[in-house]
């Protein structure tokens, strides 16, 4: 190729850019933004709309209807759903995958618009938003200690204000704490008996407590500016403010009203180990960078402390995400570099020292390369892009391996370096470029995975393709130039490269038996000491045995690998002898070979139905947060809520697995999901649980179970009465809905409710559900005011004043704001009526309203007052009436099994009236639709291989005996999987069995081709078979194992902690908790991989050599009949022609 040739020798240019990429590579690494997760988009649009004081049933018909008949005309929307609830109305569309979000936002704004002349004057207008992820906190600030809640409160509006300021702040909202106000509480009596009413007393608080500049005046040569300053300084002044002149005098506010200087009514508790404090709910916005906001807002609260020279006050951190990225993205690094370590000790096994080194510079350019391209794409460095480079990882060196391996094989043969290395790598490269779009054409089809699942397991394909990409161009382009040019080593170099060998391996050995030696209890000081003198010994032992006196050995293997190579050949090799026995059995046996293997195939699906630990849509992880949510009856209210709560905190400091936990009542939650905006509720709770984490806290294995501690957590919490409580942790991955969710779809909702306690009856004994519900609450109970129009009219007032007086003299109103002279903060002043004449109905009645003419009268007069109860929310799916009936499942349970038992009892024993019907969604939506795409994938994937192949062989048959090589690894997948106790994850193992297609048809490819060459070049059919797989059992062992062992981290969690290594600290670590979301997919691949790679060095032959025969014996029977058609032919012919005769 002119490519190359042109590489060789402009071999300066190639230099240049290999170390202009390493130098932009670095810098793209380490400037890409670093995060849990890549960054999702979602199609998902929320219209929010307030009606304060109007019923849910008032709701969906005066504004959550009229806006959904607008909507029904939008296109591209997969799915509406609407909650209409007491004064908040909330409508959340699903759109296509395909739409853009920037454009559904904007549609569904233009059809608000048209819908806003439907609703009441009174409503506020709807607020349409985006759903992003980043409204979830991100962090959140515990402040507690030796302060009373309202200065706690003060120090923390404070501290609000400043993270407010830093860049990447989205919202910080307070939790807990006390707020001063200024309350003037009425007499009912005194108020009527002035003829006064509560507007009278607003107006004139509004009036007085005011600032007026008066403008400005000249006086001979000066300007003087006019200034009324009106504002309150002082209590006293509010207290003798004169409200109206009467007959018999001045009427002062405090003659009807006691003036305090209180605190609003608390509206959110938090608690911090059982403790009060305030907690900050900090989110992000999006894009921003989560490791060093998070910093910023650490260094912030810290400076703040300081500043403010506030003493005896803690600071906790919960729920930093920073946190658990940096730890998550070490443990990957570290997999990536061990993976390496181990690719490079194979390499060096079968290749020797200076192959191996040049074959293994394709890992890190590759990486380099590859981090350069995702920067210009705008990726980030998450999890999934980090496991892609670990996927990776040994197939980068193949390519390089094949033209590494053929050069040096043309340079033993006497060819110059220059003219070996253009020759080597070009007669490999179109091989080579077929074997890199196989595998290629495998990650192809993924990365056109659609929806929320697609922007989140799209970046692993991607990321692949990009590696391999830049691995091909590696091999092709520097790997030549760097054989060409830079020759053999001389000893400086393996003296060199030795002494950091021996000091480095030194070092590790010192510091294991140190480690040991603390370990079972000897003083630091003499384990040190004897840690030091084994390691040194180590380094002068390795340093002078295996580097200065085998140092000309290694070079004379260095220079020329075909000296040892050719002793190693006279050596009797008992794996070869056993395998080419094997081989020479399966061939001659084919058709039995093969009718073993199919059964093999068939049993390995029945062994994982029979012994496997079944199906999820996503692998579960070990979680380091999760949370228990309480929810009280709709009327519950806020201290009846904490009461719960104060009956649940006390259950949890004896788990060992919990390390801290928050609890919030009444404010927004965090982990139960999001709601694009809802309201904080007085019958809520959430007390957020933090685990220990096994890579900072020092955890006892043997007692470590987060998972088993929120199991008995869950049935602890059972026994508590009066509230629902649902304890559940974080899902990895995007969100899917709940395992279990039953739709039930009609018009009555009472009709709806008895079907949805049908449906939990049923289906409650189901083993493993957990956490069963409905999402259709009982209303709040009511107090309906009826009014008598015909009465108020007569009598001079209006609807209007009604509400306002009602909304004043029950929940109080904000009249306007007094200045504290001290601190210059301000505080609301509340208008409203004492505790003890807002308690009953009767109170309620006796409320005066003051008409038009001033004169004040009872509500009872002409309104009618009485208790009702409607349904907390009604709910919409698609524009029909609908309720969820939903459930977790235990870890010990499978969530399709549980699923399809749900399913087969709803089928048996449901009976449904006539316009009513159930549906499955949820996760089982998800997993429906995600099998649907792998499924496409993996049949696209399979027939892009297939186009590879055959392009490449010219036949029909070579490329189906290839693809054989897939459904071997189907064998070993499951193996895989029933041996690690791994459950088929629908997306994680499904992308690895997609990925397995593209890798193991190298093997067949390596092997097949092989034998087509000896065959052409006239050896018997037997013998080229048998000679192909002992010369390419090497190359196959090879990518296989370089495949394998890049990915053996990431399947046991052991990888060696190069961080703890550089700090001195014990270097293997084991964390088998970071792994756990890609153990599934690595066991897969690692499984399939290894017995695939067996299997084809012994069932490809022999299949090739049935088929073969087949082929063959088909010819010869064309043959036969075309040749005893021929001479019939003849014979006629020869007949006519005697008859003409």
């Not at 979000?101 to 059809?111: C, E, H, I, P, Y």
């Not at 496991?387 to 040096?408: R, S």
């Not at 018009?747 to 957990?770: C, H, M, R, T, Y």
């Not at 029933?978 to 093997?1003: D, H, K, Q, Y």
């Amino acid at each position: 190729m002119n490519l190359i040739k042109l590489a060789i020798k402009n071999y300066l240019s190639v230099f240049v850019v290999f170390f202009i990429i390493i130098i932009f590579g670095l810098i793209s690494y380490f400037s890409l933004p670093r995060e849990t997760f890549p960054e999702i988009k979602v199609p998902y649009v929320f219209v929010n709309t307030f009606y304060l004081g109007v019923s849910p049933k008032d709701m969906e018909t005066l504004v959550t209807n009229p806006i959904e008949k607008k909507l029904k005309t939008i296109k591209g929307i997969k799915e509406v759903s609407s909650t209409s609830m007491e004064s908040f109305s909330q409508i959340f569309l699903e759109f296509d995958p395909d739409v853009n979000v920037d454009d559904a936002l904007q549609r569904t704004k233009d059809k608000v618009d048209q819908a806003k002349s439907d609703l009441p004057e009174d409503s506020e207008d709807p607020v349409v938003m985006e759903f992003s992820l980043d409204d979830m906190p991100f962090i959140y600030v515990n402040l507690f200690g030796n302060y009373d809640l309202v200065k706690m409160k003060e120090i923390a509006e404070g501290l609000r204000d400043e993270i407010e300021k830093i860049q990447g702040i989205l919202e910080v909202s307070l939790i807990g704490g006390q707020e001063r106000e200024i309350q003037i509480v009425v007499s009912p009596k005194k108020l009527q008996e002035k003829g006064l009413s509560f507007s009278d007393i607003s107006s004139v608080i509004q009036a007085e407590n005011i600032n007026i500049p008066g403008g400005t005046l000249e006086i001979g040569k000066s300007k003087y500016s006019i200034r009324i300053p009106g504002e309150f300084k002082e209590m006293d002044t509010l207290r003798n403010l004169i409200i109206r002149y009467q007959d018999n005098g001045p009427i002062y506010l405090t003659d009807i009203a006691d003036v305090t200087d209180s605190f609003k009514d608390q509206d959110s508790f938090s608690r911090f180990n059982g403790k009060p404090c305030i907690t900050l709910s900090i989110k992000k916005r999006t894009g921003a960078n989560v490791l060093t906001t998070s910093e910023a807002v650490k260094k912030e609260t810290t400076d703040y402390i300081k500043r403010t020279h506030v003493e005896g006050l803690d600071v906790y951190f919960l729920g930093d995400m920073s946190k658990y990225i940096r730890n998550m993205l070490k443990d990957l690094e570290n997999n990536i570099f061990t993976g390496f370590l181990f690719v490079l000790i194979v390499l060096m096994i079968f290749l020797g020292f200076r192959n191996a080194m040049i074959a293994a510079i394709a890992i890190p350019f590759s990486m380099l390369l590859a981090f350069i391209v995702l920067n210009f794409m705008g990726f980030t460095t998450n999890f999934i892009v980090l496991y892609a480079l670990v996927l990776a990882l040994g197939m980068l060196v193949d390519n390089a391996i094949v033209i590494v391996e053929n050069i040096v094989r043309l340079q033993q043969s006497g060819m110059s370096r220059k003219k070996a290395a253009f020759k080597g790598s070009n007669e490999m490269a179109i091989p080579v470029i077929a074997s890199t779009l196989t595998t290629l054409a495998a990650f192809f089809p993924l990365a056109f995975w659609p929806g929320i699942m697609g922007q989140f397991m799209g970046y692993l394909p991607k990321t692949v393709l990009v590696t391999l990409t830049a691995s091909l161009l590696v091999a092709l382009l520097v790997n030549p130039v760097i054989i060409a040019y830079v020759g053999t080593f001389s000893f400086i170099w393996i003296v060199l490269v030795g002494f950091g060998a021996s000091a480095g391996i030194a070092f590790l050995i010192g510091k294991i038996i140190m480690t040991i030696l603390t370990i079972i209890k000897i003083p630091a000081i003499l384990a040190g000491l004897v840690g030091g003198i084994v390691g040194i010994a180590c380094f002068f032992i390795i340093f002078y045995k295996g580097v200065l006196i085998y140092g000309a050995k290694a070079k004379a293997y260095l220079d020329k690998p075909e000296i040892i190579k050719e002793q190693k050949i006279k050596k009797p090799n008992l794996f070869m002898e056993y395998y080419e026995k094997m081989l020479r059995l399966a061939v001659k046996h084919s058709i039995t070979t093969c009718i073993i293997v199919f059964i093999m195939f068939i049993m390995s699906f029945k062994m994982f139905a029979w012994f496997g630990k079944g199906v999820v849509n996503f692998p579960e992880s070990t979680p380091t947060e999760a949370y228990v949510t309480i929810k009280l009856p709709p009327e519950g209210v806020l201290s009846e809520t904490d009461k719960i709560a104060k009956r649940i905190e006390p259950l949890l400091p004896k788990y060992y697995n919990i390390k801290n936990f928050n609890t919030n009542i009444g404010g927004q939650t965090a982990g139960g999901g999001f709601s694009g905006g809802g309201q904080a509720n007085a019958n809520q709770a959430q007390i957020i649980l933090e685990f220990l984490d096994p890579s900072i806290d020092n955890v006892d294995r043997k007692r470590f179970a987060p998972k088993t501690a929120l199991k008995n957590v869950r049935t602890e919490l059972e026994n508590i009465a009066g509230a629902e409580i649902e304890v559940k942790q974080d899902e990895g991955g995007p969100p899917v809905g709940a395992p279990v969710s039953i739709k039930i779809i009609g018009d009555n909702f009472l009709k709806l409710k008895e079907i949805s306690l049908e449906i939990q009856a049923l289906i409650k004994p189901v083993k493993g559900l957990i956490n069963l519900r409905d999402d259709l609450d009982d209303g709040i109970p009511e107090i309906i005011i009826r009014l008598d129009r015909k009465k108020m009219a007569v009598l001079g007032m209006n609807t209007a004043m009604v509400a306002s007086a009602i909304r004043t003299a029950v929940y109080g109103s904000k009249v306007s704001v007094f200045r504290d002279q001290t601190t210059d903060e301000e505080y609301d002043i509340t208008l409203r009526y004492p505790k003890d004449n807002r308690q009953n109905v009767e109170d309620l009645g006796n409320i005066f309203v003051t008409s038009f003419k001033g004169t004040p009268i009872p509500l009872k007069v002409f309104a009618d007052l009485s208790f009702g109860k409607g349904f907390a929310s009604i709910l919409h799916k698609d524009f029909e009436r609908v309720i969820e009936v939903s459930a977790g499942v235990d870890k010990d349970f499978n969530n399709q099994v549980v699923r399809q038992e749900v399913k087969k009892i709803l089928d048996k024993d449901l009976k449904l009236p006539q316009g009513y019907f159930v549906k499955f969604g949820g996760e089982a939506e998800s997993q429906e639709e995600t099998m649907q795409f792998l499924t496409r994938a993996f049949i696209l994937a399979l027939f892009l291989i297939f186009l590879v192949l055959i392009s490449m062989f010219h036949s029909l048959l070579i490329p189906n005996i290839i693809i054989v090589t897939v459904a071997l690894s189907m064998i070993g997948l499951y193996a895989g999987l029933i041996l690690t106790r791994t459950p088929f994850s629908i997306v994680m193992t499904g992308v690895g069995v997609i990925s397995l297609a593209g890798i193991v048809v190298n093997n067949g490819i390596i092997l097949l081709e092989y034998i087509i060459r000896l065959r052409k070049e006239g050896m018997e059919k037997f013998e080229a078979i048998v000679q192909a797989g002992k010369v390419r059992i090497r190359p196959v062992l090879l990518t296989a194992g370089t495949t394998v062992l890049g990915l053996l981290p990431m399947s046991t969690g052991v990888s060696i902690d190069f961080y703890s290594l550089f700090q001195g600290k014990f270097p293997i670590a084991y964390n088998p908790e970071a792994t756990e979301m890609w153990a599934s997919m690595s066991n897969a691949v690692i499984g399939g991989l290894i017995v695939a790679t067996l299997l084809t060095l012994v069932v490809v032959p022999a299949l090739y050599s049935m088929l073969d025969n087949v082929k063959m014996r088909l010819t010869s029977k064309i043959f036969q009949t075309e040749t005893k058609n021929s001479d019939k032919r003849k014979k006629i012919s020869s007949t006519k022609v005697k008859l003409k005769k």
